[in-house]
């Protein structure tokens, strides 16, 4: 195709409104102009037609957010975009039409990223600044050869990286503040861990806290058990904390808590739209969520069989595959699972995976009942006096028999039946002292027999829980103090006195 220079004169640069002298155009557009030209005075129509078609060439380039500029192998700018414009404030008029290095050498740039390319025939990227507005530009110059390896024209594309660097700064920022809030959760974490630590001297407790320091930094799969309240979780997070995956994520997962059907995608996730009432959006299972630290399958006596042998199959390969999914994620998780139900039992009726509980079982942890360790009753007592004290503002203190009462109970609770009673105990009135009689009403006179009081009291106040328990019973069953007194075979006033004594209510 021909090249051609065309000459542009004053009707026409006014019709365009661009102030060019000449433009290089192919065969085709040199007809198409000259007949603009010819046509320019009289035939509007034609004249409508050429410009619309300019107009479209120039609006694909003016639709691009980054700036556009055309130059032609003698260094002449012969086309700019909108985008050239709004960067460099340099408008059409200015730079059309004009030789680059006029351009450079008027300031209007720290350098010409066009004439390098002219000179050395490839492509150059380089940072620039607008001289006018201080913006911070990218620019690449293409060079475009002809068919002897001349370079015909230069199309440089300029990118604003203002934005882009305030972005950067944000993200720097961002970061920063990242690090500081990480930083403090560690910190608070560490403080949790205080709070969370085992309380316990009682031998078998000092014996399982010994195993989990022991085990905490190896991946060995954990399987505690015990009864409800007796502290599984206490442990779990135990040893997470003592692990070297203690500022990393830490899951807990009730599987009894889950509904059977959702099991399956809370665990392993699913992939967008992977079953109907998915969200359409993909979905990280918890032990993606976990992965990297330690996940706690809490209740996993609970788990639907069919799951059962999904979770042996993620526990031998260490990988799982969402719902829906194609592709396996590797899993680097710590798995520690809890449950009170006794799982040799659920094996026996088929209800639990034997391969799995081995899968499981690797290092058994198991925590004895709180009635198995009545030595660690007292001390548990008095932590949870202090720590409800400080959250009801009150300054309680145990009197002299209460402790006893404490031990004597079977706690069928465990900790926490113990840890709730004593909160009730601080806010149920403003008296200074929890007696053993507080005691007795909070967990029923019933559940603490003699037999277990002896061991614990002094006869004397053994005999005074068991007389206040037999008048209680007396006037509740029969009514009055006189009746009461005949069936126990004492005087009225001694009834009347000992009641009004041991605090009992009288109609
Ligand atoms: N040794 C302990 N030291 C301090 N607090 C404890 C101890 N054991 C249990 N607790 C407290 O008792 C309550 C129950 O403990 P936890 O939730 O760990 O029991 P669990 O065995 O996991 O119960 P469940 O079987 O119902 O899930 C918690 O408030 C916990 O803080």
Redesign the pocket.
Known sequence: MGENIFQIDDMLKNELKKDIDYIKVDDMTLKILNSYKNLLNNKNETIIKIKESQINAFSIGDAISDGICVVDKDGIVTAINKGYTQITGIEEHEIVGHHMQILLDKGLFSNAVSLQVLEQKKKITTLSTITGNNKKVLITGNPFFDKEGEVIQVLTVMRDLTELIRLRNNIEEMEKRNEKYLSELNYLRNMNKEDET???ENHD?KRLIELINYVANTDITVLIT?E???????FSTELHHKSNRKNLPYVKVNCAALPENLIESELFGYEKGAFTGALNKEKLGMFEVANGGTILL?EIGEMPLNLQSKLLRVLQEKEIMRIGGTKSIKLDVRVIA?T?QDLSELIKQGKFREDLFYRLNVVPLKIPPLRERKDDIAI?AYRFLEKFNIKYSKAKSFGSTAIKALESYSWPGN??EL?NSIERLVVIDDNSYITNNDIINILGKDKISLSQVNTNLTLKEAVSVFEKELIENALKKLGSTYKAARALGVTQPTVFRKAKAYGIKLK
């Open positions: 085992i309380i316990g407790i015990g409800t309240g007796c502290g599984k979780e206490v809490d809890a009170n548990l900790v926490r840890e």
